[in-house]
């Protein structure tokens, strides 16, 4: 389902997806109002990608939005002004929730925003980023919780942990090249990317 969000008192103009060219959206899936995907992405079954509260939510090409992931952020405007600490700036440009290219998002991940995960991170499944800057090229083994923190580029986060505080985000191991999941997320791209390409082709014959 991909349709356009309605107006209220913390989202003053409706908008609709724009979806990149190669890029899969399961008729299971939900992707509302003010969502920006890029090309080659794969949208699973009941994955829901949300921007009628938080907005715009942005997701980079050849990134993959697996069964069950939730996207969606807290309200970034209140009677047409904007709510500033929910933002997050990349690039220049102000987002609710930002994913960059190459990112995968196994299985029941959340992406609350305000959140930012970068370029050719891995999200494993039922992990929550929440209030949090994730940086290019990490590891977030499952079931992990980020809340409110900045997590250095190239760190995993080992299965399970709770990161809540600065000092322990600081503190979570770089990724070696004897680290077992390093990788992985190519791998998981390389699948996902093919998927949305065959599952396109196929509605098209």
Request: negative net charge; aromatic residues 6%.
């Amino acid at each position: 389902m991909i349709e356009k969000n309605v107006v209220t008192d913390f989202c003053s103009q409706v908008s609709e997806p724009e979806i990149g060219s190669g890029t899969y959206v399961h008729p299971l899936a939900a992707v509302i109002g003010n969502v920006i995907l890029g090309r080659n992405i794969m949208v699973s079954p009941t994955a829901a990608v949300r921007g009628d509260e938080g907005q715009p939510l942005f997701v980079g090409d050849d990134s993959n939005i697996q069964d069950g992931v939730v996207i969606h952020a807290l309200e970034t405007e209140l009677n047409g002004e904007p709510v500033s600490k929910n933002l997050y700036e990349v690039d220049g440009r102000s987002y609710a929730a930002y994913v960059g290219c190459r990112v995968s998002l196994a299985h029941q991940v959340q992406i609350h925003g305000p959140a930012v995960v970068l370029d050719d991170t891995f999200v494993g499944m039922k992990s929550l980023v929440f209030k949090s800057f994730v940086g290019k090229k990490c590891v977030i083994e499952p079931g992990a919780i980020i809340m409110g923190v900045t997590v250095e580029d190239g760190r995993y986060v080992p299965a399970g942990s709770i990161i809540r505080s600065q000092e322990e985000a600081d503190a979570l191991p770089k990724i070696t090249d004897d680290y077992p999941f390093k990788d992985m997320n190519k791998g998981v791209v390389h699948v996902n990317t093919a998927l949305a390409r065959q599952y396109l082709a196929s509605h098209k014959g």
